[in-house]
């Protein structure tokens, strides 16, 4: 396992780059059109990458996430990869937050 992570780290950290950059002001179904299309773009450029592209993964704490949502942040894919975005960052960012709940949470 760790060899096929070895050989995509480039395109899968690229990809989160991206999504961490771009994707955050969109919607869910916007954001995993943004990463196909980043796929393909890796695809003709010859970098590897994850076939399935795991934001939580690459930079999901599950100890800070599982605090998250004992706080009430929904425990959905699109409310955790939002407060991924606002705590992995430092500057200026811009989500779009359905919900509204447990924000100050994320912040700590």
């Known amino acids: ?11 899968d950290v690229l ?11 969109f919607t869910q179904k916007y954001r995993l059109d ?5 796929q393909k773009c890796l695809k003709k450029s010859e970098l590897q990458y994850s076939e ?7 930079f999901g704490d599950n100890f800070k996430i599982r605090e998250w949502h004992a ?3 929904p425990p959905d ?7 991924l975005i606002l705590n992995k960052t430092r500057r ?10 447990a924000w100050n949470w994320i912040r700590k």
């Open 1 to 11: 396992m760790l060899n096929s992570k070895y050989d995509t780290v480039q395109g």
């Open 52 to 58: 399935i592209f795991g934001f939580q993964e690459l």
């Open 34 to 38: 943004l990463v196909t299309e980043w």
């Open 92 to 101: 200026y960012r811009m989500i779009i937050d359905p919900q509204q709940l």
């Open 71 to 73: 706080n009430q942040l």
């Open 77 to 83: 894919t699109f409310s955790t990869d939002n407060g």
């Open 15 to 25: 990809l989160a780059a991206g999504y961490i950059t771009m994707a955050g002001g």
